[in-house]
């Protein structure tokens, strides 16, 4: 694994320096297109840039702002890639997302000319901070999130949006729900008799507390069992990322992040 994952730094190190004069300038006439597009022709912009790699794209029905493009591979279950973007109101983010998502592709397809699995790529132009349209375009159209797993992009909610780093960020954290409930006698009872039966919200209180403790470490059995550490080469690229802890503390009306994170 170790070679692999050298042979595949070193051939994307290799591309990025021989295409980088090229990749600047592509970036930057798509940037200017896509950033004085008007709202009907945000999409195009798009589309010429997917275009000029030999990317073609449909459009969505009923979603106006949709593009999908799609790779041919044996496989029959896809890799959906989501990338939402404001059609209405595109940014250098946007943009930035769109292109990196590109080349990330590109260089995936310099790696393995014959692409293992389907990849699905969706571009959502009315996809930020609107969940409605997301379920409805996910009921009008099903087929489309059909696929065994999904990237979507979350470049833009970490925090570093403004910088020009060249970031595709995946998530970087799951999300635990937990349902509790408490039982206990079958009515209300007065005040004055609370104190001869359990009560319902100590008992959840309790349980709370002992699912996470207060150095942020969760309690459950087995909890950590199947989690893995990163390695030397993915520590090393997390300490190259800008240090945002600062700002976004003093954005949010804190003294310091949680624990008091920083990096």
Known sequence: MD?????TQETIVLYLHTHLASIQSTFTQFAHAFLHATHQHTTHAIQTLLQQHGLSTHNIPNATDCLAFETQATSTQP??????????APTVEHARTIFVTLMALRIYQ????QLPFHVRWLLDGAGIHDDLHLQYLAQQQPHLFQASGCLWDATGQIGIEATQLPLLALGCKGLLRISLTAHTANAALPLMQSALVPDALWRLTWALNSIKNR???MLIDGF???IQSGSDAESASLYRLPNTAPRLAQQWGLPQL?????G
């Open 258 to 262: 949680l624990l008091g994170l920083h």
């Open 79 to 88: 890799l959906l890639l989501y990338t939402p973007y404001q059609a209405s």
């Open 224 to 226: 950590y069992d199947l």
């Open 215 to 217: 150095h942020e470490e």
């Open 3 to 7: 070679d692999f994952l050298s042979f």
């Open 110 to 113: 310099h790696l393995f000319p």
